[in-house]
């Protein structure tokens, strides 16, 4: 595979669940990215990993808990969400944070 | 805080027309501007990167400007095709690498 590719796809869940959003990057990159797309509202980036070190979490709720095993890989655990967490998660790359992000198709969170 | 305004929200042109979205921020100390395209419920695709010493850059039927100056930046699309049809997003990067700013987006219809 080529890119950079997410799964799941669609994940439904409850408030209680633990669950995990994986993200893998084939393009060599240093850096990745995880964003949060609500309806009417613009990208929010989430989380940057640089060398797999976490350099910015944009005070996201500890609900969140990103993790970066090496530079390819960047997982996004989840646990007692709210409803209003529902969103399109997205998972980007990119050589260093002045060149291009390349994103992955997402997964579309949808939390009951 | 950098906030970026797309304008405009939504666009409905005939095919073959020539088209003009518009993106501005309100701290033109960035670093670069990226243009992306997204089609309904996937990721996002880069189409233009402009840094900050440039001021236009050009792939295909695409042409971006920047003027940091202004704090603007237009994605011109000539001969527009239904293809073309999808939400453009305009991103900033700061100096601060940690924080990328998106647009809301302008939702670009191209009817046959």
């Known amino acids: 595979e080529t890119g950079v590719t997410q799964t799941p796809r669609h994940l439904v869940m409850g408030m209680t669940n633990k669950k995990s959003l994986k993200c893998e990057q084939h393009l060599g990159h240093n850096a990745m990215y995880w964003y949060k797309q609500s309806a009417k509202k613009p990208l929010e980036l989430m989380f940057v990993y640089n060398f797999k070190e976490q350099t910015e979490n944009n005070s996201v709720p500890s609900r969140f808990s990103p993790e970066c095993p090496n530079s390819s890989h960047l997982f996004l655990h989840l646990h007692t969400l709210q409803p209003e967490d529902s969103a399109l998660y997205l998972c980007?790359?990119?050589?260093?944070?002045?060149?291009?992000?390349?994103f992955g198709p997402g997964t579309r969170l949808l939390v009951l | 805080k950098q906030e970026v305004t797309q304008i405009p929200a939504a666009l409905s042109v005939p095919e073959g027309e020539n088209l003009v979205l518009n993106c501005s921020f309100t701290d033109s100390a960035i670093y670069n501007l990226q243009w992306f395209r997204q089609d309904p419920g996937k990721g996002l695709t880069s189409l233009l990167l402009i840094q900050s010493s440039q001021r236009e850059q050009t792939s295909g039927r695409l042409n971006a400007s920047l003027d940091k100056s202004s704090g603007r930046s237009t994605l011109y699309i000539a001969a527009s095709q239904p293809g073309d049809s999808a939400t453009y997003l305009c991103a900033v990067g700061p100096y601060n690498f940690n924080k990328f700013y998106f647009g809301s987006g302008t939702k670009l219809n191209v009817k046959p």
């Open positions: 980007a790359s990119s050589q260093d944070y002045s060149e291009t992000q390349y």
